[in-house]
């Protein structure tokens, strides 16, 4: 019967907060606890979740987790102090009602098993009737009282050895009290000012992080990015981070001190003991309390702020594995490289590897004429459509060629395109490439990577670590278990909103489809390869471990083209075929004319269809999917074109207008690749002409943008941009230090408004100014996040 309660109560804070109703997620809870996967539940149980969407899902499946193990820490708090008999009906209607993991352990902490302490030992020393005395009678001189309770046998020489034991007593008392301490952690983490200073003789050493050698700003709104930047920092023993009560620091702490002696009824009102009793409460408060709360808040802004990077990782990953497919063509991969060649892979249409080879058109053989021959004469022989040049070292140099290659061809449906070749070189050297290619070169196996990353991404970059993709920001410094976990749940929502033909898909794609183990993926594959292609989806339950349960959560995400059965290309469900053929006998016309057929199946209406187990929302899903059966959700394939002759970041001048691709996103801009070896950064402000309060907002990793070069800074590879075209360049360096304030993050702007994209027009909050320019990017956030994007 409790757990019961328990559960209901549990479902309707959930409920509350993703604003979805109790049923619905009590019907949720009960799906994921069968096992059911969230692309399943959120695509094939509408009805009996009410609808409920991915992302109402994940947010559900994060806060189970969260409360589910509040509740058994909860447990074994009551158990613990119950053990010790200290358990009463107050507190445990306390311990009952705490809502939060650090609220429960505030209650705990008086309780929590802890090493014998000052305190301890003093009320061992029956020292604890001291500390009441005092606290109770302010009358009572400290001294003359103390003296009753020297004992040298007890471990106390003297009156003020005495004293200190008393004074310990009443430090731990308070410092444990849950009240106090949620009341000042709610109001220090209101007021509170970070502070960072640079370590003695760092300076150099640290040099990346000037920035912040003297900055302050507001715990409560300190991005998150400048927050990881700052934590970093400290770890590499660069920075010393306080966290103080504001402005008044001093008058901040007075406060402190002050509620810890009000909480305990302590004022001075010039009694013997007024002073002795407020020096302890002003210990309590600087010596306990505000290190403790310092520790506390600190680790909950890191939360914090780790969840905003890991939520813009994820963000950047689907981005990057739902970019548009160039589909079923024949590409040429070039790995580019100086010294150790240019390494080709040639790839069919349907990814099988067709040709390799290795050319070294650059330094220091300059085999421009034999690479270029070569290259060509695999176009030719392959009918490749397509040319994959990753975007690494030379990459530039080889485009030249691929250019050449392609005026040579003289064919009109020959491309080249730059891609982005990050976690190739993981790829190749990982355990999945070795048993796909065996007898294959790891370097080859780079430009295989690229080749088929083109054709399409998700399909390739799902064979790597997406922690390797290098769309994070401040990857490393984040919980990796947390990471690795959100990023995993990022894919699998990514793959079964695309579909996987099961009888190309690799087992690394498949691994990644609702109910798939990694074991039964190798088992589709292997029957697949013994057995010959599947020709209906019901033959998967031949496979060894794929059961009715397993099948129940895959089916619908798995597609067999030009199979016997018609359907089994769609996304609609095997279990709901019956609804299918319901709407065919309605139509008196075969399933494959039926198929497509737009005008027709839109006047349908979806409540003629329904039944017991299948609702209009199932067969609306139904009827879209019948219209457009196994459509992709991913946009049509578009190339960028870099600028002719603009190769390197000294080709680059300020104003230029260039076309790039958005590499990364992060809380402060978007980097944006135009083709130079080195990423350009978009400030926040820069992005739109009006506000802009998330870079996502108005664009996403893989977009094509046209954009102005602003600044470029050629020693420390800083390249300011903006997609404002009519922005103007910044000032030189004299102008520039006048304005900038130490600690800012600024980047390229028409307004008077700060980094933060909130003055001037964008924001309203001061009048717009002429067109002004861009203050340099912040040093230590780009050196931070350039290192998070190579992985270093």
């Given amino acids: 019967m409790q757990d019961t309660k328990l559960a209901q109560q549990i479902a309707q804070t959930i409920a509350a907060e993703i604003g979805a109703q109790t049923a619905q997620a009590n019907a949720a809870i009960a799906l994921l606890d069968e096992g059911a996967s969230v692309p399943f539940i959120a695509r094939y149980r509408k009805e009996v979740t009410g609808g409920l969407d991915d992302t109402q899902l994940r947010n559900l499946e994060t806060r189970l987790t969260y409360l589910r193990e509040l509740e058994d820490r909860r447990s074994s708090v009551l158990a613990s102090i119950e053990e010790q008999g200290k358990l009463t009906d107050v507190l445990r209607s306390e311990i009952l009602g705490a809502d939060t993991k650090s609220r429960l352990e505030d209650l705990y902490l008086p309780y929590k098993p802890k090493r014998r302490t000052k305190a301890q030992i003093a009320r061992e020393a029956g020292l604890e009737p001291l500390a009441d005395g005092l606290l109770a009678a302010p ?92 934590f970093r920092a400290r770890r590499e023993e660069i920075l010393f981070l306080e966290l103080d009560p504001g402005a008044d620091a001093e008058a901040g702490h007075h406060y402190g001190e002050g509620r810890v002696a009000r909480n305990a009824g302590i004022a001075d009102k010039g009694r013997a003991a007024d002073r002795w009793l407020l020096d302890a409460c002003r210990l309590t408060w600087r010596a306990k309390l505000h290190m403790h709360l310092l520790l506390d808040l600190f680790n909950q802004a890191r939360e914090k702020a780790e969840a905003e990077a890991i939520a813009v990782f994820g963000d950047n990953l689907k981005d990057l594995l739902l970019a548009a497919p160039a589909g079923p063509k024949a590409v040429l991969g070039l790995d580019p490289g100086i010294r150790t060649g240019c390494k080709i892979a040639v790839v069919d249409a349907t990814g099988k590897l067709v040709a390799t080879d290795t050319i070294y058109p650059h330094e220091p053989r300059r085999q421009w004429e034999q690479s270029l021959q070569t290259i060509r004469q695999l176009c030719d022989k392959h009918n490749v459509e397509l040319i994959a040049i990753g975007n690494g070292t030379a990459s530039r140099e080889t485009d030249k060629l691929a250019g050449e290659v392609i005026a040579l061809c003289g064919n009109p449906k020959l491309q080249k395109i730059v891609v982005s070749e990050a976690g190739a070189s993981v790829y190749s050297a990982s355990e999945f490439a070795a048993k796909e290619f065996p007898n294959l070169d790891v370097s080859i196996r780079g430009a295989v990577s690229i080749a088929r990353r083109l054709q399409d991404p998700l399909a390739e970059l799902v064979k790597i670590d997406p922690k390797a993709i290098g769309v994070g920001q401040y990857q490393h410094d984040v919980d990796q278990y947390r990471l690795a976990k959100a990023l995993d749940a990022r894919v699998e929502d990514c793959v079964n909103a695309v579909g996987v033909f099961v009888n190309m898909a690799s087992a690394a794609l498949l691994s990644r489809v609702s109910g798939l183990s990694s074991t039964v993926a190798e088992n589709i594959v292997r029957h697949r390869d013994e057995n010959g292609p599947f020709k209906r989806r019901k033959d998967l339950l031949k496979v060894p471990r794929l059961g009715d349960k397993t099948f129940e959560q895959c089916a619908g995400f ?39 057929d737009g005008g027709y199946l839109r006047g349908l209406k979806a409540e003629q269809f329904t039944d017991d187990k299948f609702g209009v929302p199932t067969v609306r899903d139904i009827l879209k999917e019948l219209e457009k059966p196994g459509r992709d959700p991913r946009p049509e394939f578009k190339a960028a074109r870099f600028a002719e002759g603009v190769e390197d970041i000294k080709d680059l001048r300020e104003g230029m207008i260039l076309e790039g691709v958005v590499s990364n996103v992060a809380a402060f801009g978007a980097f944006v690749d135009i083709g130079v070896h080195q990423d350009g950064l978009i400030h926040i402000s820069a992005l739109s002409d009006t506000f802009v309060k998330d870079p996502r907002d108005v664009v996403k990793a893989g977009d094509i943008v046209k954009v102005k070069v602003l600044e470029v800074d050629v020693p420390r590879k800083r390249i300011a941009l903006t997609r404002r075209l009519d922005d103007t360049p910044a000032p030189k360096k004299a102008e520039r230090d006048d304005r900038q304030g130490a600690g800012q993050g600024s980047g390229p702007r028409r307004d008077g408004g700060n980094a933060g994209n909130r003055g001037g027009r964008n924001g309203g909050g001061q009048a717009a100014r002429p067109a002004t320019s861009a203050a340099p990017v912040n040093n230590a956030l780009a050196d931070a996040f350039a290192r998070a994007r190579r992985g270093d």
Avoid: C
């Fill in 139 to 230: 009358t009572l001189d400290p001294q003359s009282f103390a003296a009753g309770f020297v004992d040298a046998e007890k471990g106390v020489a003297d009156s003020k050895g005495a004293l200190e034991g008393a004074r310990a007593i009443l430090m731990e008392r308070w410092g444990e009290d849950a009240a106090l301490v949620g009341e000042l952690r709610r109001w220090l983490n209101e007021v509170g000012v970070i502070r960072a200073r640079v370590a003695e003789g760092k300076e150099n050493e640290g040099a990346k992080y000037r920035d912040y050698f003297d900055h302050a700003e507001s715990l409560a709104k300190i991005p998150s990015h400048r927050l990881l930047a700052l």
């Fill in 558 to 596: 798995l597609r067999i083209g030009d199979g016997d059965e018609p359907l089994d290309a769609s996304a609609v469900h095997p279990e709901a075929y019956p609804v299918v053929q319901r709407i065919v006998a309605a139509a008196d016309r075969p399933i494959r004319a039926l198929l497509g």
